[in-house]
């Protein structure tokens, strides 16, 4: 087995006051609109669960890549390195890079932490990266000011080497903040609003109300005459969507008189919009990418402009805690000035296919591409020949061009008859 051989190696033991605590919350949290908010009803909103999913699904598809710097000031992909296989094709024996990244990602929008355990080998390279549930570690502060990670399953403390760990927003720079736990009010109240709904077609079309009789009818003195009317109407017009559009017949010149509001009037379907913007508010997701439709938006007139708002504006700031955290954690500190780890996400960034071949024309006419670099920003391979850069002729050095104006006439007429040739 892979975890008690690892604890031997770490040989710390929890003791008198060695550590501060801090601890992610690990129970459900009450709303103030009287729903309980965990992350299993959280996620029963679909809204919440697409933004979280989006998220997942979009740092798994992208490569990870390890880059070695050359000395032309270059970079290559350090396949020969231990760490390159880990990170970019088999974290552990377990799971496949995108199950590891989506698991990660997903930790991170609903409970703010992703941690894993460290498997190293002799040399100190990493051989496995073993994905576990922030809700089964407690984050602990040292009197190093560094933080240890104590496996309560296990009863076991690992140092900082030994662990890997990516936060969200945190206020105490040890253990991040779950969204589901500060937002829990906003998220509640669109639990509470999705409960209504379903209440209002459980019971019908119609909610509660009182059946009135003409002040000339006689009173009905027998209650289980009053029970049995009550029932017959309950079976007849309530139950959900079976009854929904039945007809009533009043006898005795009885009338129904409904107190509740409607749907239309407790606006039902604005508050469940409502509850939508927030969610998506909340994770910085435009509504289109949840599939809901929006009239405007301030992040472009088009789906490719808003999508690469979400790239920009949503997505890279995820990537970059992934890429920092695995270069902490994951690389020796020698490495580090020659190694470094990086999301491909030239892929979402691309626009469609005209405007980026436009885009190549005009950088590899200036000269700053050559052929190759489009190539490879295309994922094409490289061609013979392809590394060579042009130069626009009709430009030129300035200090050039003033000698050029102390030319005599025979020097003049040369230069004219080069660019002639041209």
């Known amino acids: 087995m892979f975890l008690p051989s690892f604890f031997k190696s770490a040989n710390i033991k929890a003791s008198g006051n060695d550590f501060s605590t801090w601890i992610s919350s ?3 949290h009450s709303s103030r ?7 299993e009803s959280a996620l029963a909103l679909a809204a919440l669960r697409a933004c979280v999913t989006l998220l997942a699904e979009s740092v798994a598809q992208l490569p990870c890549e390890l880059y070695r710097k050359d000395s ?45 355990l460290i498997d190293r080998d002799g040399s100190g390279y990493v051989k496995e990266l073993i994905p576990i549930h922030p809700k089964k570690v407690r984050v602990l502060k040292g009197q190093d000011g560094l933080p240890y990670y104590n496996l309560l399953e296990f ?23 779950s969204p589901i736990a500060t937002n829990a009010d906003s998220i509640g109240l669109a639990l509470a609003t999705e409960h209504h709904a379903a209440a209002v077609f459980q019971r019908g079309a119609t909610m509660s109300g009182v059946i009135e009789r003409p002040d000339t009818a006689a009173p009905i003195t027998d209650q289980s005459k009053v029970d049995r009317l009550l029932e017959k109407f309950n079976e007849r017009h309530g139950g959900g969507l079976r009854n929904a559009f039945s007809v009533a017949l009043l006898q005795e010149g009885m009338s129904y008189k409904q107190l509740a509001m409607d749907n239309e009037k407790a606006q039902l379907l604005e508050s469940r919009n409502f509850g939508v913007g927030e969610i998506c508010r909340l994770y910085k997701i435009p509504l289109h990418m949840v599939q809901h439709q929006d009239k405007s938006s301030s992040w472009g007139s088009g789906i490719e402009q808003m999508s690469l708002g979400y790239v920009i504006y ?17 690389l020796l500190p020698s490495e580090r000035k020659n190694l ?15 405007a980026r071949y436009e885009a190549y024309a005009i950088g590899r006419n200036w000269g700053w591409l050559s052929v190759n670099d489009i190539r490879r920003l295309e994922n094409m391979s490289p061609i013979t020949g392809g590394d060579r850069y042009l130069t626009p002729l009709n430009m030129s050095d300035s200090g050039k061009a003033a000698n050029t104006l102390n030319a005599t006439p025979d020097q003049m007429k040369n230069i004219e008859e080069l660019l002639c040739r041209a």
């Open 155 to 177: 009863d076991e403390i690992l140092p900082m080497r030994m662990v890997h760990h990516i936060k969200a927003f945190s206020l105490d720079g040890f253990v991040g903040l």
């Open 72 to 116: 032309k000031g270059g970079r290559e992909r350090a396949t020969d390195h231990p760490l390159y296989d880990v990170i970019h094709s088999q974290p552990n024996k377990k799971d496949t890079t995108f199950e590891y990244y989506e698991q990660a990602q997903g930790n991170l929008g609903i409970e703010g932490n992703h941690i894993a």
């Open 26 to 28: 690990i129970g459900g």
């Open 340 to 354: 470094y780890i990086e999301f491909n996400v030239s892929g979402l960034l691309r626009g469609d296919q005209k």
């Open 314 to 330: 949503t997505l890279m700031a995820w990537i970059k805690r992934h890429e920092a955290a695995m270069m902490r954690d994951l």
């Open 33 to 39: 609109a009287g729903t309980q908010v965990n992350t």
